[in-house]
């Protein structure tokens, strides 16, 4: 391991990434596992990322994942600013959270635990092994907006 990272045992790497932002990562998730070897992920989408939020904004990260791109708006965004983070799986939400924590970002990123759709209705999320990144949505019955469920 470089001088940027430390294992902590449990699965978990502590990780300062190429922004300067530090994150508690799992390797055995593949997007984890490529920040901890690159220190970033998806460089030139980071690169416009990071060019576009500014001081003040309110960020959106859909599918939000272990945070990478949160915890760099999160930084960018000043205390004005806010982040929302939608990520359904709870394989990811203890580390965001510590992630959160470390970056000075708590009260700024909002980790909302849900999944979001174009659609109205209910999706079940199953895991398979404690990697994270294998999962699989089946759709349950839609609810309709005028239904007694609804309500």
Known sequence: MDKDQMYLGD??????????????LDPRDGVNFGI?????????????????????????????????????????????GSVHSFEPLPFHHKNFLKSVSV????????????????????????TRGEGGALYSCHRRDIIDPGSPERK
């Not at 978990?12 to 530090?22: A, G, L, N, P, S």
């Not at 970033?40 to 690169?47: F, K, N």
């Open 103 to 126: 970056n000075g970002c708590h009260g700024r990123v909002h980790l909302h635990r849900v999944m979001l759709s174009n659609t109205r209705g209910e999706m079940e999320i199953r």
């Open 36 to 80: 901890m070897l690159f220190g970033q992920w998806e460089e030139a989408v980071t690169r416009q990322f990071i060019t576009a939020v500014k001081p003040g904004m309110t960020v959106l990260d859909l599918g939000a994942h272990s945070g990478y791109y949160s915890l760099l708006a999160g930084t960018r965004v000043g205390p004005s």
């Open 11 to 24: 699965h978990t790497v502590f990780k300062k990434t190429r922004y300067d932002t530090f994150m508690f």
